[in-house]
């Protein structure tokens, strides 16, 4: 019998296409999603590239009776959470959205997941728990550092959250994927980011200053102690991160953990720098950047990549597409937003 997973705010970016993976994994998808940063353009570009409609649930995770209503009607196998706010910014402008939103959403959903006899839940983490490393590449045993923000916070708090209720409740298991920078979008151009106002993250804001939406990148930083002054980062494809939520889904429902809470750093290990990334980008596409050099934007961290080393072993997981293909596919889903008048 196929098995189900549910996939919070799974119509936004990353929920789209790891939904996209599950499918062609071969599990059921559950999608639910309250549309409070995106619109039913993922959702519909799933529907386009699997060729059916998924159960589509729009709903509130801090609304606890809906969460628990969810449980009730689906027999949910795995749960893979990423129904959270994700601006930094504004998380730090208003700490108690972030707080309110990140942590019920979460807790109402382990709650649910315990009381109706159990689950594997996936949790979406972020490399942001790793702050500024005193080096890299950073291994999942490399100390989580004091947030920053708010928005780190929940991280931090979710990942607690989670590996708690493991200890306590034999009946959950838990994995926390430690995404790097996920970039670009499906081959298909179905689907991709779409940010609303003014992109917070590097890349949406190139293809957007390709198409015309902005008149001028801004690279943050030139001074810094890199190779040639700019951040380094490490930017993981869309497409292969999804893959590896394919690959922890199936570790947790196929009994396959060594223990039953493991964290994974999802990236390439290879570092790139804003400038490497702006380059690559023109030179793949064949067009030229307006951009210039700004001040350094406060509280980015110099330099973090990487080592997905567990990942490649536990989870037979590697990241597979290259820097070209995943800046291309970008550039395509821009066209393809600009054809389609968004
Ligand atoms: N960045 C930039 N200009 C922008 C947006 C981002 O130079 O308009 C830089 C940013 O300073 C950082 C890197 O791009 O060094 C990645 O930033 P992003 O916000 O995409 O991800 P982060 O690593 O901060 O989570």
């Not at 100390?143 to 923000?149: A, F, H, V």
């Not at 990942?311 to 937003?337: C, Q």
């Amino acid at each position: 019998m196929k098995k189900t997973v549910l996939v919070s705010g799974g119509a936004g970016f990353i929920g789209s296409h790891v939904t996209v993976e599950l499918i062609s994994a071969g599990y059921d998808v559950v999608i639910a999603d309250n549309m409070s940063n995106c619109d039913m353009t993922g959702y519909e570009g799933v529907s386009k590239i699997i060729g059916r409609e998924l159960p589509f649930i729009r709903m509130d995770f801090c609304d606890s009776q809906a969460v628990d209503k969810l449980f009730s009607d689906y027999r949910i196998d795995a749960v893979i959470h990423f129904a959270a706010f994700k601006a930094v910014g504004e998380s730090v402008a208003e700490p108690l959205k972030y707080y309110k939103n990140n942590l019920m959403s979460f807790l109402n959903l382990l709650d649910a997941a315990h009381s109706h006899g159990g689950c594997n839940v996936l949790f979406s983490s972020s490399a942001t728990v790793y702050g500024e490393p005193d080096q890299s590449p950073v291994t999942e045993q490399t100390p989580r550092q004091p947030s920053t923000s708010p928005y780190g916070n929940t991280k931090q708090m979710c990942e607690d959250f989670l590996r708690d209720c493991v200890k306590a409740y034999p009946d959950i298991k838990g994995i926390a994927l430690r995404y790097f920078n996920p970039i670009g979008a499906h081959p298909s151009a179905l689907i991709g980011e779409l940010p609303r106002g003014v992109p917070n993250n590097l890349v949406p804001f190139i293809t957007q200053t390709a198409i015309g939406k902005r008149e001028c990148l801004s690279i943050f930083g030139n001074d810094y102690p890199t190779p040639d002054g700019t951040c380094l980062r490490d930017y993981i494809d869309i497409v292969d991160l999804a893959k590896a939520h394919v690959c922890a889904v199936s570790r947790m429902i196929d009994g396959k953990m060594k223990e039953n809470y493991e964290i994974f750093n999802i990236g390439t290990g290879r570092p790139l720098s804003v400038y490497e990334l702006v380059t690559a980008f023109e030179k793949v596409n064949g067009l030229k950047l307006n951009y210039k050099y700004a001040d350094r934007r406060p509280g980015d961290v110099v330099a973090i990549w990487a080592d997905p080393t567990l990942a490649n072993e536990e989870l037979g997981w590697k990241a597979e597409r290259s820097i070209e293909e995943t800046l291309a596919s970008a550039w395509a889903w821009e066209k393809h937003l600009a054809e389609t008048g968004k």
